[in-house]
């Protein structure tokens, strides 16, 4: 779900003096040593669900072995536990200075992670279908296709309106007043897994008397192909995860900021600046 193109931009450093940074200007001080290595875990529950991508600007200081020991972040969309996710991931990798001479302990560094999701937008819902009505035999192969994808991903059929997965995370991860939102949009828009599965077979049985596609395992898998979102979207005819995702999403938006532009650079605590042009102490942690 996270590309993987991750950008470090050399901070100043804590310790650095003025003639050092004036001899080289156009070297860049500091370099990835282990880049960190996102994986789709990396990608806050919240995010996905919703389907929105974002973007983080994380700015750290390192230790002396290169690695992030403290570290502010700013997201977009924020609040939404992409601040959480970004720092863990930052905290993978490893730095080295460039310098002659020079180490990374106390160096200042930034990094920007995109969070995008390979996934299209979801479409506005449709009223009603318009195509033809499914015969038996498309409803009982539609039936067979989806209870077969069932089987693969292992996900026992829930009535719960909100994701297993989803609520731990508006639990620990999102922030409040955005968690209180979210859940608001559930109870109204929602629909649980069981519901999901009733209607996604009745949506692939009208797609394959649309297309007459003997074997429709492609409609089962949300493709990124824009005839076939247009084509879920209307055999969904406003009913089904498509729907009920564009419903909560748009919802969502229309109170929080969904623009994905990468943040200004959080500020570094004061505790980072320098003191006459001596490495600071790091602060000690507790026992």
Not at 77 to 98: C, F, M, N, W
Not at 158 to 168: C, G, M, Q, T
Not at 249 to 256: D, G, L, V
Request: aromatic share 6%.
């Amino acid at each position: 779900m996270i590309l993987p193109a991750i950008a470090l931009a050399s901070g100043l450093a804590l310790a650095q003096s003025p003639d050092k940074a004036e001899q080289q200007p156009e070297t860049p001080r500091v370099a990835w040593s282990i880049p960190p290595a996102p994986t789709e875990e990396d990608f806050p529950e919240a995010l996905l669900t919703l389907n929105l991508a974002g973007k983080a600007v994380v700015m750290c200081v390192a230790d002396a072995d290169g690695y992030a020991r403290e570290c502010v972040v700013n997201a977009r969309p924020s609040g939404l536990g992409l601040e959480q996710h970004a720092v863990e991931v930052v905290k993978r990798g490893r730095i080295k200075a460039i310098w002659p001479g020079d180490t990374p302990e106390n160096l200042s560094f930034s990094v920007r992670l995109p969070f995008t999701s390979y996934m299209p937008p979801p479409l506005p819902p449709t009223d009603r279908w318009t195509g033809p009505s499914p015969t038996s035999e498309q409803i009982e192969l539609a039936t067979r296709t989806a209870d077969e994808i069932l089987a693969i991903h292992n996900e026992p059929l829930s009535d719960d309106v909100i994701p297993l997965a989803l609520d731990e995370a508006l639990r620990t991860e999102v922030e409040p007043e955005q968690a209180a939102l979210i859940r608001s949009l559930y109870q109204r828009y929602g629909i649980s897994s069981r519901e999901a599965h009733a209607l996604n077979i009745r949506m692939m049985a009208r797609m394959i008397a649309l297309t007459e596609t003997p074997r429709p395992i492609e409609f089962a898998y949300y493709s990124d192909e824009p005839e076939i979102q247009e084509m879920m979207r209307d055999a969904e005819a406003g009913e089904g995860v498509l729907a009920s995702t564009w419903r909560i999403r748009t919802a969502y938006c229309e109170r929080f900021d969904c623009s994905v532009e990468y943040p200004e650079e959080p500020p570094a605590p004061d505790h980072w600046r320098l003191r006459d042009d001596k490495p600071f102490t790091p602060p000690q942690s507790p026992d």
